[in-house]
């Protein structure tokens, strides 16, 4: 029995020639918030997807609660609560009315259950609003109590703030910081705003095109990559041939025609500084720097980053 | 089981198919009103006009636009997600929303009888007004069953409103045509028009007079039974098919 809450293996979902999901190993602990950052199109929804068992998995396996979901939905589903995508709702009905029908069909969840749940997300209960005239901010806060709704154990967002301004997304990771620290759920939650997952996540997984290329701690993250040396020089390839000769570094990157990341922060730059300037390499800067995780992101990715 | 036909009938809340249907419903005696009105008909001629023209022609099409509406609303509507996570079990909200349309059809009947009644009135005979009024309740049950292999081929439409709407105008159109003429139907071909085949068992229960003509397309019972477990049973199996493949999608 493992630990995991949600625990895939070697996930894979192949669309047609596409590989959407490929070889994904996550892993949801018990009372965390696990944040999976990707961008457009990663196969955040997708990997959410196979693991609800709202499609089918190619290869590979994925557990909940240390068990398959197919054939157990009915003893798994209560326990969890869902938003994939848009929030699905009937447009000619409001609010309150929605959510009855689904607490409803539940028939588990308690009598005040639909009056809290719009309370934790702000909307107002028994309103006469329509759900078709709703914004897309009330639609997503909708969603999200419906999710919410049945008191589930585990809680799959799929970029629960879309759609919301700063207030609301504030307003909404405050309460899912909350579900978490006070009611002790697990959550697993997508987004492809960094910022948002960085304020909100215990654990992050990185996908993109399918892959999951990291899974760590947040705070190890950014222990790992919080630190490197700005070198700013005169002449980048023989400051670099000199640091390769002379200090033995390999661990470094070019940011540009004049300028050099070091990423062994424990070198004497004394010594370096030294060296360059006695070699002829002007020694613009040097410095300790803080690499943000929008680097980290875009290192890895090897892409453009993300917003 | 009863929460889910609670939950479907609060899905049409405020709908415009709803508030159409009973509006279809309720008009749709006036125009035979008046044709009753000009021609001076007495009751048997009201009741067979509501019949022909309402139960077997107007009834047909208007559950068929409903049932269409019903059956794609979670997938327009993107909650069968929200449905499948319940998770609702499948055959029984099938039946639910089987039972929904079959209230449907029974209102539509009480509706006709009503009319019939009220027409009955203006004209002043309404003579044999109770043994319509099972006459009806039984077309209202019957109809139910003749109405299933358009859900069928709902079901199994992707959700296109044109091209099925366009395929429940022909069904509905093909009984009529067998039910305004007296040419006889093959029994190979009774399963596939079951609106028809009611009408033409029930005939000497409806028909102003029975003709020579009219006696001899008058449907058996053991022919009109087989024709309709025929029916019946291809239907059940392409909607379970159907709703099963909708549903797991
Ligand atoms: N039903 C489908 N048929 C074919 N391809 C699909 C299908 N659903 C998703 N894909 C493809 O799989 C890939 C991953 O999609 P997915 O929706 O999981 O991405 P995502 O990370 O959720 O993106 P976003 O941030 O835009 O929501 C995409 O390239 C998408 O085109
Ligand atoms: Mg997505």
Redo the contacts with the bound molecule.
Sequence with gaps: MSDYVIETKQLT?V??D?T??NAVNLHVKKGQIYGLL??????????M?MILGL?SITSGEANVFGKNIKGQEKRVYPRIGAII?TPGFYPNLTGTENLEIFARLRGTAAPNAVKNALEVVGLPYKDKKLFGKYSLGMKQRLGIANAILHDPELLIL??PTNGLDPIGIAEVRNFIKDLSASRGKTILI?S?ILSEIQLLADDIGI?DH?VLLEESSMSELEKKNRKYILLQVSDVPKAALILERQFQQKNYSVQDDHTLRLYDTSLDMGAVNKELVVQDVTVISSGLCNDTLEDYFKRITGGEGIA | MLNLVIGELTKLKRKKITICTIIAACMFPIPVAIMVIANSYDMKNIFAMLVQLGDCFMMPLMLGMFAMIFFYMEQDLDTMKNMRLIPVPMGKWLCAKLMVIALVSVIYSVVTIFASFLIGLVVGDISGIWSNFIINVLIGILMCAALLPMIALIINQKNNYIVTGILIFIFVMLNFIFIMSITKIPAWALPFLPIAAVYRFLLPYTAVKMTIYLEEITLSGLQFAGAMLCTIFISVIFIIFGFHKKYSR
């Design positions: 979902k669309y047609g596409q959407a999901v990707g961008r457009n199109g990663a196969g955040k929804t997708t990997i997807k499609t995508e799929d970029e997508s492809h996908i399918g």
